[in-house]
């Protein structure tokens, strides 16, 4: 009974400490918030549109950081410039909490779902996140639940760092069982 009261405990703790994400997006994406009020809330208010959310430097030195209730989101948005990935900038970024960013959606592929429960990296149209924008440009969106872990400029890397997770994991419990 005492174990069950001390693990009970434990959980509340640590339901009660929300996820710490960062939020900002990319200066492009101003005129995006001018037309929707769903986006503007995504990044809240005052909106951080800047440069330094295309930097992980700069992200982890002055970026603001907000508390969340799901899983940390980088929308990761292509630049192609005369059809070739631009080598200097090729993304523009989203970055927030999964509950923000994808509360304007009216039809919520699957994929939403894994993306608020457990780092993973998916493909989606950019109109499916924000219904209002006309382009249906394709976005890798990853999701990760440490904090501030939506800091990386690369889809990859964030793949890359959740296969690690999960490998350790795995070898941990085959490991203690």
């Excluded at 994406?29 to 809330?41: E, T």
């Excluded at 429960?117 to 219904?131: E, G, N, R, T």
């Excluded at 939506?150 to 085959?174: D, G, K």
Aim: aromatic residues 12%.
């Amino acid at each position: 009974m005492l174990l069950w009261h001390l693990l009970s405990i434990s959980f509340y703790e640590i339901a009660a400490e929300a996820l710490r994400c960062y939020s900002c997006a990319s200066a492009e994406y101003r005129m995006l918030l001018d037309r929707s009020s769903s986006f503007g809330r995504t990044v809240r208010n005052p909106p951080h549109f800047d440069r330094f959310c295309d930097s992980e430097e700069s992200i982890k030195a002055i970026a603001p950081m907000e508390p969340c209730m799901s899983t940390c989101i980088t929308v990761y948005e292509p630049q192609f410039f005369g059809g070739l990935q631009s080598v200097n900038r090729p993304f523009l970024f989203i970055r927030g909490c999964a509950d923000r960013i994808f509360e304007s959606m009216t039809i919520r592929p699957r994929e939403i779902d894994f993306l608020h429960q457990a780092p993973i990296c998916v493909s989606l149209h950019m109109s499916d996140i924000y219904p209002h924008v006309q382009a249906n440009e394709v976005v890798k969106v990853c999701s990760c639940t440490d904090n501030g872990c939506n800091y990386r400029t690369s889809a990859v890397n964030t793949a890359l760092h959740t296969t690690m997770h999960i490998f350790i994991l795995i070898l941990l419990f085959i490991y203690l069982y």
